[in-house]
Structures are given as C-alpha cells and as structure tokens.
C-alpha cells in the first residue's frame, strides 16, 4: 500500500441545443465542454485524508491537482486503496444518429415537434428546448487503471399552453434519454399533448386515500432517492438503513435491481465513475431485501466488495457532462422496477375509484423519513375502469416506504425515465390507499 494515490476524472462533451419559442426557433447553441476531476487520497497518523478539486481548462491542471493534495492534508477518513484494470461489460450506450451527425439529430427532432405541435387547436408551444450530448469519459489512476467510454443524451424541455383565456394552464414536461428512439416525438411529444388536452377538462382532487396509478416518471422521483438511500452502503455505515438481508419489505410483486448494464439506461456504463465494473445488484427479489450497493471506501472499510456504485453527481446538482466537477460517493446506477403483467388499461380497469398521476411538481422525498409531499400537475381520475377529467392542483403525499407495503399492480412495460431524479426504469404502478389532498 503506497502513502498516496491519486486518480483524475477527464470529462469531454459537445452540446447542440435549439430554443423554440411558439412555432420558431429563438437560439442555436453549440458548447464544447470539458473538464478535470482530481481526487487524492493519502496516508498519515495510520489514517487517510481525501480531497478533491475540479477545473474545466488545461491551464489550470496543475494548481487543480496541488489544492486537491492540501485538501486530503487536512481531512481525516479511513484510508483505501483505488480500483485497478478489471474486464468490463459491453453496454449500450451511444445512439449511432446522435454519436455521427449531433447538430443534425437536435434539428431533426425539433422540427418534427414543431410539426406535431402545430396541428393542435387548444394547445400551443410557449418555450421548448432540445438538446442532445456526445461524452468521452476518461479515468486514470495511480493504480495502473486506464479506461474510456463514450456515450450520447437527449435532454427535452416543454412548456405547453392549454387552452385560452382566464382558463388557460401550462404542462411543463421534461425528460433525459440515450437515444432518440427511447423518446420519438411521435411517442413522447404526442403522450404529452394527450396529457396537456386532459387539462382543458379539469378540476380539483378530493381529500381522501385513493387508489393512485403512478406513470414511470413520478415512481422514479419517489423511489431512486428513497430505496437507493436504504439499499446504500452509506446507510448501513450510518445505521441508518431500514433494509436488511433476508427481510421482506414489499410485496412478492416487487422487484428491484441496480442495473448498471441496462441498455441505454441513464446511468449504464461499462464502469463506475471509479472505473470499477457497473454490474446487476439484486436490491429487492420478489417482496424480500437481498443487498446493498458499495462504492470502494466503503467495500474497503465495512470487509464487502464494491459493487460498481461509486456515482458522481447525484440528481440534477450536475448536468450529464458536468460529473467531473462532483467526487464519486456511493449511489444507485439504474434503479430497475421489474415490469408486471398486466397491461396499463388492466391497471386502470381493476380501479373502481382513483387517479393516474402523470407529472408532479418536484417531489424531493426525505431519503431517511421516505417522507414526501408535492403538487399534482397533471393527472386523471378514474371512474369504474375508465379514465376521465384531468385533475390539476392539491397535493400527493406519503413514505416511499409504506408505499411499496400497497402496491398492488405494475404495468408490463418499463422505460428508461427521468425526472427530478435520475436513472431509473419504471413501469407504471399501482397503489391502495394513497393520501390525496384537495379542496373538495
């Protein structure tokens, strides 16, 4: 074991945005981004000091790695050892049309959404944003480790108008992808404009506990800042975490896994921002708690393994090429909701009374409590069977906890979504006895 280590995180990305405002294009910005990570660790009084400096320009390599180096002089934490060379996976990471012609692909796409848009009668494009990313990810390290890969996003950001007048009301939808197929307009845009028209229809929920069809979106913000903390090795060292192996904690219908390698997931990669090797970590098996998640200070300092975790840039503090200028800390890569059975129309049929919840405000759950509590922007509500009015306003809330205890239904298709997290693969899932607030 040597009396230091050091590693350097190198991020390279090439932005191509278009504004939309109405039925034009306000801005075309391309942003070549780069930058540095350095994290050393050293020994000293049998312990360890971490620090860590980024910087996003060649110049300012050297003073960058030196304020890393005083930073670890002044820290105490357990000293561990940097991953070495290991034999990665293959992942799907890089969508072919976004990797060969970016600027292309953003325009494509925008026109395309500006078409579909544009046949609409009551709904009308106030300020839109399509951005797309090609990365080049880079880690080195003292310990002989070199490794890269490459990887392309889609970033899409929508502010509709409904309808006109005093009754007027906006649907602000956003979403990341690796690919462009993963969110076509002629799938994502037209989903959204269905959702946008239910609005024009609306009212108020009740105050009640009601049976509540989560979309992917809203059970990835209650879910990967809530599970991901109790299936973290971090909890566990904070004794802290409500799961242990072997404990049921849900119903047999649930099933969860940290999915590193899932094709085009959020957060797939052939490695961790570490450059350990992304893996499959079973986190939940039909209902009962089967692991936690580590990172290598972690899997060194509690006697485990690491498990592919060390994660930079937890949700959206930073944007998909602006991971170097966060450490790595233990964190899920692809939370997975294994999908049911049944399709999304048996979900809804099987309610006599309730609401499908598409989008809410920020949901940012307590990761400790699971508690959470947050504004209803778009939803229907369902009346033996069948969907009806949209209802916008009053509030959902609840623990992510007691939430898994009800869950009675997941719909047989995931996708790879975002909202105010990020990196999970959801289905559509149902919930008895969810708390709705509302003036009625």
């Known amino acids: ?89 293959s992942v799907k990471t890089v969508d072919s049309k976004i990797a060969r012609d970016p600027e292309g692909a953003t325009r494509d796409y925008a026109e395309e959404t500006q078409s579909l848009i544009a046949e609409e009668k009551h709904i009308s494009l106030t300020y839109g944003k399509v951005r797309t990313y090609v990365t080049n990810t880079q880690i080195i390290n003292s310990r002989g480790l070199s490794c890269e890969s490459k990887g392309t996003f ?23 992808a690796r690919q462009i197929n993963q969110v076509a307009p002629n799938k994502t845009i037209k989903e959204w404009l269905d959702i946008a028209r239910t609005c024009l229809k609306r009212h108020a929920p009740r105050t009640e506990e009601t049976t509540v069809i989560f979309s992917p979106p809203v059970a990835c913000d209650v879910f990967v800042p809530t599970l991901g903390f109790h299936a973290s090795c971090d909890a566990v060292e904070q004794k802290l975490s409500k799961f242990s192996a072997g404990a049921p904690v849900a119903p047999e219908l649930l099933t969860v896994t940290d999915d590193g390698l899932y094709p085009y997931g959020l957060q797939s990669n052939p490695f961790d921002d570490e450059g350990y090797p992304q893996q499959r970590t079973s986190i939940i098996e039909k209902g009962v708690f089967e692991s936690h998640t580590y990172d290598q200070l972690h899997a060194q300092t509690m006697n485990s393994r690491p498990t592919g975790n060390g994660m930079r840039g937890k949700g959206f503090g930073f944007d998909v090429d602006e991971r170097f200028q966060a450490p790595p800390s233990d964190g ?7 999908p049911g059975e049944d399709s999304l129309d048996t979900l809804i049929r099987g309610v006599k009374k309730g609401i499908v919840i598409h989008h809410c405000a920020w949901i940012t759950p307590n990761p400790l409590t699971t508690r959470f509590g947050s504004e209803i922007r778009n939803a229907q509500e369902i009346v033996n069977g069948e969907l009806g009015e949209g209802i916008v306003g009053g509030t959902l809330s609840g623990s992510a906890l007691d939430l898994i205890q009800n869950l009675t239904g997941l719909s047989d298709k995931a996708e790879v979504v975002s909202a105010s997290a990020f990196g999970c693969v959801a289905p559509y899932m149902r919930f008895d006895r969810v708390q709705i607030s509302g003036p009625r």
């Open 332 to 338: 899920t890569t692809n939370l997975a909701i294994k």
């Open 154 to 176: 889609v970033y899409l950001e929508m502010t509709f108008k409904v309808g006109s007048g005093p009754g007027a009301t906006e649907f602000w939808p956003t979403r990341y």
């Open 1 to 89: 074991m040597t009396d230091a280590e050091w590693e350097v995180y190198i991020q390279r990305s090439l932005r191509n945005e278009l504004q939309l405002r109405r039925g034009g294009t306000e801005a075309a910005i391309q942003l070549e981004n780069s930058g540095y990570g350095i994290r050393i660790i050293t020994k000293h009084s049998g312990r360890g000091g971490i620090g860590f400096a980024s910087c996003n320009s060649d110049a300012e390599f050297e003073t960058t790695a030196k304020r890393a180096l005083e930073l670890a002089k002044q820290t105490r934490s357990s000293f561990f050892e940097l991953p070495t060379k290991k034999k990665l996976s």
